[in-house]
């Protein structure tokens, strides 16, 4: 029996199929070689068709994530353009005051954005109870920092606005010295709490007393302030860039479709 197959029907050809011609199939009568001739032709790429067996390729990791915080829109109109170097000049102005304080709570304490940083602290220590008692304690510092910062990476990367992921790291920075004059309290506990507690509810006494550091206060402190203050001028160097990319694709608002 032969192994020959239609490539049509799919009829095995027979032994008793010799009196039939070899290239022509006994069941359907197509004929094997024009069949399978124009089936290629049919599959076969067009003339001018380029095609791409390479597999795609992405940048490295650090590249593309170097473009997420670099991207300017295509059109940005010149009113919301401007409206944005206001507010960038006046948030220098701002994080040049807080940064020449020092760890000064008569001057970080007394600002605006402490009253905006404080339900956030509060909010805090409710958030992580459920991990222990010095989570909870760490929790409202912790998430006072944490908040501006999960701002600027869903601006970043799911609202694609990079200069409004710059102004709320600049209120990152903020909080970080926002929190140091409470860090350089821990061993006086002379600071006045929320809800008047006493010395027992001194947050940064209670977590420097239970890692036994309270040596160690005046370097913690100074390392909050310091880390602030570099990610404030990190965020007006970033929000300044965006803004250079921005002006050259200014149009005007009533110009716009």
């Known amino acids: ?28 009568g197509i004929v094997y070689s024009k069949f399978i001739a124009r089936q290629l032709e049919q599959n076969a790429p067009e ?42 000049i006046a948030l220098s102005v701002w994080g040049f005051y807080f940064i020449s304080a020092g760890v000064d709570w008569e001057k970080i304490g007394s600002s605006f954005m402490h009253n905006i940083n404080l339900p956030f602290h509060e909010f805090g220590h409710i958030l992580f109870v459920p991990l222990g008692e010095f989570m909870m304690i760490l929790g409202g510092s912790l998430f006072q920092v944490l908040l501006p910062l999960i701002l600027t990476l869903v601006f970043v990367f ?21 929190v140091s004059p409470y860090i350089a309290d821990a061993e006086y506990r002379a600071l006045p709490l929320v809800g008047g507690g006493g010395e027992e509810s001194h947050d940064w006494g209670n977590l420097l007393t239970m890692l ?26 970033w929000g300044g860039w965006i803004l250079k990319s921005q002006k050259k694709n200014l ?3 009533y110009d716009q479709p």
């Open 47 to 88: 003339e001018n068709e380029v095609v791409d067996d390479a597999p795609e390729t992405h940048p490295p990791l650090h590249q593309q994530l170097i473009a997420a915080f670099l991207q300017v829109p295509e059109k940005i109109s010149k009113e919301v353009f401007y409206a944005r170097l206001g507010l960038l």
């Open 212 to 237: 036994n550091a309270l040596e160690h206060t005046q370097a913690v402190a100074n390392t909050s302030f310091a880390l602030g203050t570099v990610i404030i001028i990190v965020a007006i160097l």
């Open 1 to 28: 029996m032969s192994s020959i197959i239609c490539p049509k029907c799919n009829y095995h050809r027979q032994a008793h199929d010799t009196q039939q011609h070899p290239d022509i199939c006994p069941r359907c």
């Open 251 to 253: 149009v005007s608002m």
């Open 158 to 178: 799911k609202q694609k606005d990079t200069f409004a992921g710059s102004i709320t790291l600049w209120w990152c920075g903020q909080s970080f010295i926002d």
